[in-house]
């Protein structure tokens, strides 16, 4: 039986099935990819946490960057925010199902940072020796 979707894949679609990378596309990426977020969300991963429990495991992140941050994970959808119903109020930061599925894919570029790393500091030496040189 054919395939007869919108999805099919067919040799005269792969050129509009190939990824591009649009102005959505680079936003989000930017919002939920950059040092804060990826620190974040490598916290909530493990457990819920309290805002004062972030600064402490991400000691180099200053409250207004945690607050921004936060912010925009909670707007795409990636994290939650909860209030607690206890005497005082408290606020706890999840992350969401949605915010789970990024794992995979960022697990899957730190394997590849891992694997390259000593590739791209070699580039790097010989980037800036070529620089340093005046080439």
């Known amino acids: 039986m054919r395939d007869t979707s919108p999805h099919a894949h067919t040799p005269a679609h792969a050129a509009e099935d190939a990824l591009r ?11 939920v990819l950059d040092k804060w977020s990826l620190s974040v969300l490598n916290e909530l991963c493990e457990r819920p946490c309290r805002f004062n429990e972030l600064r402490r495991a991400i000691p180099q992140v200053t409250q207004k960057s945690l607050t921004a941050t936060l912010r925009r994970l909670e707007r795409n959808g990636v994290v939650e925010r909860c ?19 990024l794992r995979a894919p960022v697990d899957a570029l730190l394997e590849w940072a891992d694997e390259y790393l000593p590739a791209i ?3 790097r030496e010989q980037f800036d020796d070529a620089q340093a040189a005046g080439g």
């Open 21 to 31: 990378i649009d102005t959505p596309h680079r936003e989000l990426l930017d919002q």
């Open 83 to 101: 209030v607690t119903g206890t005497r005082p109020v408290a606020v706890e930061y999840r992350i969401t199902p949605l915010g789970k599925t």
């Open 121 to 123: 500091e070699w580039a």
